[in-house]
């Protein structure tokens, strides 16, 4: 049994001797490494930014669901600033994926003009 004495939990009171309690907070622990690991690795492979962008488009998803899932009313501002965060990531991916074809186009030139001095020896 633990008891939390200060702040604005006072006398809050717990127990994690329950098995069902215990693997909550370990799955929870789990998943939560899980997340942090994953964003890890998708700003290693990509950008800060990307992460950015992808973190904000799942917000726009969440948001979305909720409106259908729960029928959540939302403000015509609100679905402007879908829109917009829609719209900008779709800009942002388009303009991602032509400068990824660029340097994949200018990488092969190189090494067709590599082979080329190669050949020429």
Known sequence: SARVSSGPWLSLSYKLNNAAQLSTVMT??????FLNWSNFMTNKATSPLTLSV???LKQVI???LSVII???PISPMNALGITVAILGTAIYT???LLEDRAR?????AKSVQMENLQSQR
């Not at 994949?104 to 092969?108: H, I, P, R």
């Open 28 to 33: 929870t622990a789990v998943m939560s490494f």
């Open 70 to 72: 729960f029928n959540n």
């Open 104 to 108: 994949k186009a200018a990488a092969a």
């Open 94 to 96: 388009y303009y991602t």
């Open 54 to 56: 992808a973190g904000n």
């Open 62 to 64: 969440t948001i979305y």
